[in-house]
Every structure is written in C-alpha cells, then in structure tokens.
C-alpha cells in the first residue's frame, strides 16, 4: 500500500511538473506574440547593402530596380528613373519596421492575406544582382493584406513560418502610378528629380520653337530701392525678357515654375528611340539653366499619330510621352505669364501632382 501511494506521489509530480512546464512555453509564447520587436534585428538590417529590389505583384511583369552610378533606375521598364525617395522609403517600411508575431502556422497564412498566389513579394538584392545566378538576395517578403486607415499591414520574412502585424504598410508605397499601366515607384515627373538642378534652383527658362517664336524666363534679383521684396516674398523675382522685357505674374511664373519640376508623363520609352521619333529636329527647345550647373536643353517633338507628343532630356537618357496638353505648359508663351492675364494655367496640374 506504502508503495502504491509513494508511486502515485511520484507520478503526480511528474504530472504537475509537466504541466508547469507547459503552461510556462505557453506563456512565453503568447509573450512572444505580444512583444513588440524588429522584424529584422537591427544588427542584420545595419549589414544590408541593398543595391537592388525586385517586386513581384500578381497579375503584372515583375519589376527590377537598381542603383545605376548612385541613381535607382528600373531596368525591366526601359531603365526608367525610379523615385529615389519612394524606394527609401519602402526599404526602410521593410527593413527599420516593427510589430508582433500573430501566427508561426503556415496553415493561417492565407488568412492574413499571404501565400496562395494573392502576396506582393517584394525582394532586397545585393550589388551582384545581375551576375548571381541565385539573384544575390539578402531578404525576401511576403506582403500579406493592408489594414487600411491603420497604415499597418501583414508580413512573412521569406525562410521564417513568423506572421508579423507590423507597424508599417509597404504595400501602399506600391500603390501611386505615374500613370495608369505604369510599374510603381517610378519617378512621376518629365524631368526627374535626380536632376541636380532642382537642388541649385532654377536660374534661367529658355523656349525656343521652330517657328521662331521664343522666350526668354529670367530669375531676377530685386532692388531694394525701387522692388523691396515684403514680407514672405522672395529677393528675387522672374521676368520675361527680350523686347518686351516685364516683370512675371508672380502667381503663373511660379506656377510654371513648379510645373517644370512636376510635369507627368504617360509613357518611358528607349532613349535608343529619339530619332526615329523626330527628335533630331524637334518642335521646341526647352533649356533649363541653374546656378553653377551645364544648361539641361530638353527637346520636345512634333505630337504622334496617338497625338502623345515625345520628350527628351538627352543628358539625362530620359525619354517619355506626355499629352498634348502637358506639351503646351511646358513651352508657354509669353502671353501666358502678362500681369495683365494673372490666370495660373498650371494649377490643374500642380493640384494632381502634388507630393
């Protein structure tokens, strides 16, 4: 009997001791799905020499970005310049984000919007991107579904069954187009904004159409005796030279000024594509002079059978069709710029490519 009941203590002991064990894994894992961590360790992410991303959207070509001479270009789509701040913008979401691990089944991942064919898989490559046969990837993710307003969203670090609820939404930063039927990330504007112009400020606009016509937009400094600027104005203002030679509307020659910088396209084409396109004698000249940098001459040609009229920035490689419409702002007349018409004709577009 004495050794019936010491056997049956033994057991019970093990049997709570198990239990204890138990409910202490369990513990540790619900503190470990609540616990709000780096989806990737900041020891890892300090090491990534992205140098390449590859982006992979059901139902679309894949898209292939790279660093080409310190400029993000997208080399499946006619290396086209990418936004460089969008792309660093989706590294870090992906990289410097946080969250919690809401599920480690892989049976469960379809619910949070991943796997089945249904995921964004967005890749981080290295430099040897082209040359490694593997694609010389550092990290791959799979982008589950967006919670909307929230700004957070669901992922799955590829080679990890972890389902993080993360604190970031990468698949939004994929969702603006420069135009519709366009890959995302791409620079949205004619000129883009790697040209270092925009950084020296523009100093000089110069139109010259084949007709002969012209003009001539001229950033001026003021004179405080007889122009002082108000406050909140700048020391400096636009006008239009040649004959004429008056003060801009300040209103439109800001506008116009803008515009120049924001200007959207509807396609990217082969630079290799400029004369067979008519570029070699285009309809206008179009050169942007800025402080201390080569005049930046872009040409744009005569419209196509499509109407879509091409632009060319030679210097730059950059290529595009834009509509008429965008054709006529970027060469405007003098007329458009009178005191006397202070209508800012670019607002428009400035109100849709705001960013």
């Given at each position: 009997?004495?050794?019936?009941?010491v056997?049956?203590?033994?057991?019970?002991?093990?049997?709570?001791?198990?239990?204890r064990?138990?409910?202490?894994?369990?513990?540790?894992?619900?503190?470990?799905?609540t616990?709000?961590?780096?989806?990737?360790?900041?020891?890892?992410r300090?090491?990534l020499?992205?140098?390449?991303?590859?982006?992979?959207?059901?139902?679309?070509?894949?898209?292939?970005?790279?660093?080409v001479?310190?400029?993000?270009?997208?080399?499946?789509?006619?290396?086209?310049?990418?936004?460089?701040?969008a792309?660093?913008?989706?590294v870090?979401?992906?990289?410097?984000?946080?969250?919690?691990?809401?599920?480690?089944?892989?049976?469960?991942?379809?619910?949070?919007?991943?796997?089945g064919?249904?995921?964004?898989?967005?890749?981080l490559?290295?430099?040897?991107?082209?040359?490694?046969?593997?694609?010389?990837?550092?990290?791959?993710?799979?982008?589950?579904?967006?919670?909307?307003e929230?700004?957070?969203?669901?992922?799955?670090?590829?080679?990890?069954?972890?389902?993080?609820?993360?604190?970031?939404?990468?698949?939004?930063?994929?969702?603006?187009?420069?135009?519709?039927g366009?890959?995302?990330?791409?620079?949205?504007?004619?000129?883009?904004g790697?040209?270092?112009?925009?950084?020296?400020?523009?100093?000089?606009?110069?139109?010259?159409?084949?007709?002969?016509t012209?003009?001539?937009?001229e950033?001026?400094?003021?004179?405080p005796?007889?122009d002082?600027?108000?406050?909140?104005?700048?020391?400096?203002?636009?006008?239009?030279?040649?004959?004429?030679?008056?003060p801009?509307?300040?209103?439109?020659?800001?506008?116009?000024?803008?515009?120049?910088?924001?200007?959207?396209?509807?396609?990217?084409?082969?630079?290799?594509?400029?004369?067979?396109?008519?570029?070699?004698?285009?309809?206008?000249r179009?050169?942007?002079?800025?402080?201390?940098?080569?005049?930046?001459e872009?040409?744009i040609?005569?419209?196509?059978?499509?109407?879509?009229?091409?632009?060319?920035?030679?210097?730059?490689?950059?290529?595009v069709?834009?509509?008429?419409?965008?054709?006529?702002?970027?060469?405007?007349?003098?007329?458009?710029?009178?005191?006397?018409?202070?209508?800012?004709?670019?607002?428009?577009?400035?109100?849709?490519?705001?960013?």
């Amino acid at each position: 009997m004495t050794r019936a009941i010491v056997g049956f203590a033994v057991l019970f002991g093990a049997l709570f001791a198990w239990d204890r064990a138990l409910s202490r894994e369990a513990r540790v894992k619900r503190a470990a799905r609540t616990r709000v961590d780096f989806v990737i360790p900041p020891e890892r992410r300090q090491a990534l020499p992205v140098a390449a991303l590859r982006v992979e959207i059901p139902g679309e070509p894949e898209l292939l970005l790279a660093r080409v001479k310190g400029d993000w270009r997208a080399l499946s789509y006619e290396r086209a310049h990418a936004d460089r701040v969008a792309v660093a913008a989706l590294v870090r979401a992906l990289t410097e984000t946080q969250g919690t691990i809401v599920s480690e089944d892989p049976a469960a991942a379809q619910q949070y919007g991943i796997g089945g064919g249904r995921s964004v898989v967005v890749t981080l490559a290295g430099p040897k991107v082209l040359d490694d046969p593997a694609g010389d990837v550092l990290e791959a993710f799979e982008l589950g579904r967006s919670l909307g307003e929230r700004g957070a969203g669901f992922l799955r670090r590829r080679g990890s069954p972890a389902i993080w609820r993360i604190e970031s939404d990468p698949k939004a930063l994929l969702a603006p187009r420069a135009a519709p039927g366009l890959p995302p990330l791409l620079d949205p504007a004619v000129i883009p904004g790697t040209w270092n112009g925009w950084a020296a400020g523009l100093a000089d606009v110069f139109v010259d159409h084949a007709d002969g016509t012209s003009l001539h937009l001229e950033r001026r400094l003021r004179d405080p005796a007889t122009d002082p600027p108000a406050a909140g104005e700048t020391p400096w203002r636009w006008w239009v030279g040649g004959d004429d030679d008056f003060p801009a509307a300040p209103t439109p020659a800001r506008g116009y000024e803008l515009f120049l910088a924001r200007a959207p396209f509807v396609e990217v084409v082969d630079a290799s594509r400029a004369q067979e396109l008519g570029l070699e004698t285009p309809a206008t000249r179009l050169t942007l002079a800025a402080d201390g940098l080569e005049p930046l001459e872009v040409l744009i040609g005569v419209p196509l059978a499509d109407e879509r009229v091409p632009v060319f920035a030679p210097a730059l490689g950059r290529l595009v069709l834009v509509t008429p419409a965008v054709a006529r702002l970027l060469a405007p007349p003098a007329a458009w710029l009178d005191p006397a018409d202070p209508r800012n004709l670019w607002d428009p577009y400035l109100r849709e490519t705001r960013r």
